[in-house]
C-alpha cells in the first residue's frame, strides 16, 4: 500500500479578492432627520448587515479596477417606513467618486431583500457601513508567477 509522503510544500493560499471589516451601526432614528442616535446605541440588524456583505463578495466584480490597493466604505441606509435599501460610498474610503458610486449601485441590485416583518427592530432608520478592502492586482497573484483562479 503506497504511503503518502509529505514534500514539504505547503499548497497555495487562497488569495483574497475583497476583505470585509465587521459591519458597523453608524446611525439610527425616527426619521432621516432626526437620526442623532450613534453607532453604539442603535440595536444590531443583523440580516441587513449580512446582507450587505453577502452582496459585496457576491458581485465582487463590481468594484473598481484599480492598479493599487483601495479601500470603498460601504454604507447601507435603511428605511423600514417605506421598506427599502440604499447603498452609496461613504467617506472614509480610499477610492471615491464615480467609480466607488457605480460599485455601490451595483451592489444595490445584488442585495436580497429580508422578510420585512420579521426583521426586530428599535429605530425606522439606519445606516450600516461595511468597509471593503481590495488588494492590488500583484497580491492576486501566488509566488512562482502562477495566477489564481476562483
Given at each position: ?57 457576491a458581485a465582487i ?81 501566488v509566488p512562482g ?6
Open positions: 500500500m503506497p504511503v503518502p509522503v509529505d514534500a514539504g510544500i505547503a499548497p497555495p493560499k487562497a488569495v483574497e479578492r475583497v476583505r470585509l471589516s465587521p459591519a458597523q451601526r453608524v446611525k439610527c432614528g425616527s426619521s432621516p432627520a432626526q437620526s442623532r442616535v450613534e453607532g453604539a446605541l442603535c440595536d444590531s440588524i443583523p440580516a441587513f448587515e449580512q446582507a450587505l456583505k453577502t452582496a459585496i463578495v466584480d463590481c468594484a473598481p479596477k484599480e492598479k493599487t490597493e483601495g479601500t470603498i466604505n460601504y454604507v447601507m441606509s435603511v428605511d423600514f417606513t417605506q421598506r427599502s435599501m440604499n447603498v452609496f460610498p461613504g467617506a472614509s474610503g480610499s477610492w471615491r467618486g464615480p467609480q466607488a458610486k457605480r460599485a455601490a449601485n451595483c451592489f444595490t441590485r445584488a442585495l436580497v431583500a429580508p422578510d420585512w416583518a420579521s426583521v426586530p427592530h428599535q429605530y425606522r432608520y439606519y445606516w450600516i457601513a461595511v468597509p471593503a478592502m481590495y488588494p492590488s492586482p500583484a497580491a492576486l497573484v508567477g502562477t495566477p489564481t483562479f476562483e
